[in-house]
């Protein structure tokens, strides 16, 4: 297995990773009709997001995508091939009306990737909590020093399943492909 690539936040000016999530509002290709597949083991999922916050709103500003029929979104007509991907759109521009909790990443520690699911939150040098209603920005939280202290402790967590049992080896694996937290 591979790790897997994770959808992209512009804040601020700056480019982040999702590597958490607890609520519900971000768009998924489905939403617009469109039914994605893998095209490689470095994206189960088929696609990858990019959004940017403008003005504490967050909008989806791009899709990345392997669909064999893509579908015209909103006047966009899809452009031929990005990276591992059969289609992308470019300035979407839909607001989303997300409400939750995202937790954003950059400044990946190499020597932290794991060869499974998503990255750990602790493998990034930088952290950063946005709280959410309806697509607005609510608060933001740093989480850095947080995570520091957290890889000081055992930057090994969660890097491997506890065991070799079946059960848990089904646990971690799990665990590996959601972004799902609760800190």
């Not at 591979?2 to 512009?10: K, L, P, S, V, Y």
């Not at 403008?54 to 452009?79: A, Y």
């Not at 009306?97 to 040098?125: C, E, W």
């Not at 607005?136 to 090994?156: G, V």
Request: aromatic share 14%; with cysteine.
């Amino acid at each position: 297995m591979t790790g897997q690539m994770a959808d992209e936040f512009i804040l601020n000016g700056d480019l982040f990773s999702l590597v958490g999530l607890n609520g519900q509002g971000l768009f998924n290709p489905e939403d617009f009709g469109i039914r994605s597949y893998s095209s490689c083991t470095a994206c189960w999922r088929g696609y990858v997001m990019k959004y940017q916050y403008i003005n504490s709103q967050l909008f989806l500003d791009e899709m990345l995508v392997n669909v064999d029929d893509p579908l015209i979104i909103n006047g966009i007509k899809p452009q031929n091939g990005a990276r591992l991907f059969k289609y992308y759109y470019t300035n979407l521009k839909f607001k989303t009306n997300f409400t939750g909790k995202i937790l954003l990443a950059k400044d990946f520690i190499q020597s932290m990737y794991v060869h499974m699911g998503f990255q750990r939150p602790i493998a990034y040098k930088t952290i950063i909590e946005i709280q959410m209603k309806d697509g607005e920005i609510i608060s933001e939280r740093d989480l850095s020093k947080e995570m520091e202290e957290k890889r000081i402790l055992n930057a090994n967590e969660g890097a491997s399943p506890r065991s070799d049992s079946q059960n848990d080896i089904e646990k971690w694996v799990n665990k590996t492909f959601s972004l799902d937290y609760d800190f």
